[in-house]
């Protein structure tokens, strides 16, 4: 569904491809509890790269603006408050923004809970263009200081003793230069906004790409390394693209936005304030550690100053995976779905790729069922909660998330539950690599 940034301001219609019916003003419908419209175009927002906002970082998967705005609008009222337990990239934040409503967004990835912050941030263009000068200035001046990049792990920078690296020597002095003129900003705004800009391009200036299988090197790449002049076109290029969304939305609504950066199983306790509205997609049970995905960010930029960090970051993170070992307790609540899941895991024991699997799948649920305890507890009486979700499968088992999370809903309290399946996802090669995995809606009320 594609919403070229040119047409994305004008009117909050222009924002999204249908308006809740309670912006439009020459509209007297006040419909409640409308069912919301469903697709994988809203779900899965393929061409997000050409929508403001969304352009600042490439998410391979992320909510369209449309997908946040047809679940405002399906509650048939202006909701006062929005809540988003898995931030991602933001789009629940932004979306609400845009539509003059408060939102409160949990992100445990500390880049990603950045770069929702310098969306929703009250730049202004003149700011940033009298830093992007004093930077550049800077930027001439500033020596490389190889001393700062100590803590990155060993293979990202080249060296004579090592067979790959990430990044260039030269490179990696480059950056050594940019990181120390970022860090001299003192506007927290503005700083945080060119240390997005940079993350957005770390890894088209490096000799790995990032897929769903994690990081891998680039075909040739000792033979078609990046260079300086690279990292400065594509710096330039992102900072130009992410101030021209900051210049045509300057005029935008300011509601109250908070970003939390930590884990939603215990960030959501120390919220408050009830929410109309609490909509999110979870990590899928696919024992991939997505943690992964942002390593090069996470280590460049300095969110991580050490292998401990790594490992903290990894167990605030939804039990999906069983890259580290915890304790893998199951859900509280009853589905019969989940125990016939797990019996069969249990039986195939043997078959599968890590023997911990079943105790990770029964955990996973146990985190879902904790920030659904908390949704609960912070949802509005004609309120909504919507998930979207994705299966899996191990072995010859398939992990039926929707299924198993309304079972856990009923199981304590939800009045209404009601799931829809949007799209089929593709199996992983090892399982044929056939579209049948779903991904599925989840809505519940009280």
Known sequence: MRNPPERYLQTLRD????????????????????????????????????TAFQRWFRFKEAFSPEFVAAAIGSLGYRPQHVIDPFGGSGTSAI??????????????????????KAKVSPLTAEKLRSAAADFHAQLLNTPTDFTSLEHWPPTFIESNEKDRWIFPR???????????????????????????????????????????????????????QPTIAKLDEYFGRQFNTSFEDVLRFEGRP??????????????????????????????????????????????????????????????ETL??????????????????????TLKALDEQRHSLWDKNIPEMVGAYFRDLELVLEQSKRLLANDGRVMIVVGDSRYANTRIEVAIVLAELARSMGFGRVATKEVRQMRASAQQGGSYQLAESIVELSL
């Open 15 to 50: 924002h999204f491809t249908t308006a809740p019916d309670w912006f439009d003003t020459r509209s007297g419908s006040e419909k409640r509890g409308r069912p919301i419209a469903t697709g994988a175009a809203l779900t899965t927002y393929l061409h997000g790269h050409e």
């Open 95 to 116: 979306t609400s923004q845009l539509l003059s409503i408060d939102a409160t967004t949990v992100e445990v990835n500390p880049f990603l809970a950045d770069v929702i």
């Open 170 to 224: 030269d490179v990696a002095g480059r950056l050594a230069q940019y990181l120390s003129c970022i860090e001299s900003i003192q506007d927290a705004d503005v700083q945080r906004f060119f240390r997005v800009v940079l993350g957005a391009v770390l890894v088209d200036c490096s000799n790995v790409y990032v897929n769903g299988k994690g990081r891998r090197y680039r075909s040739a790449w000792k033979l078609k």
């Open 254 to 315: 300011r509601s109250r936005v908070t970003v939390v950066n930590g884990d939603s199983r215990a960030a959501l306790q120390q919220v408050q304030e009830p929410a109309d509205l609490i909509v999110f997609s979870p990590p899928y049970p696919n024992s991939f550690d997505y943690t992964d995905i942002y390593n090069v960010e996470l280590w460049v930029l300095g969110y991580f100053g050490c292998a401990a960090d790594n490992t903290r970051l990894r167990n």
């Open 319 to 340: 039990r999906s995976h069983v890259q580290i070992r915890r304790g893998y307790e199951g859900p509280i609540g009853k589905s019969s779905t989940l125990s016939r």
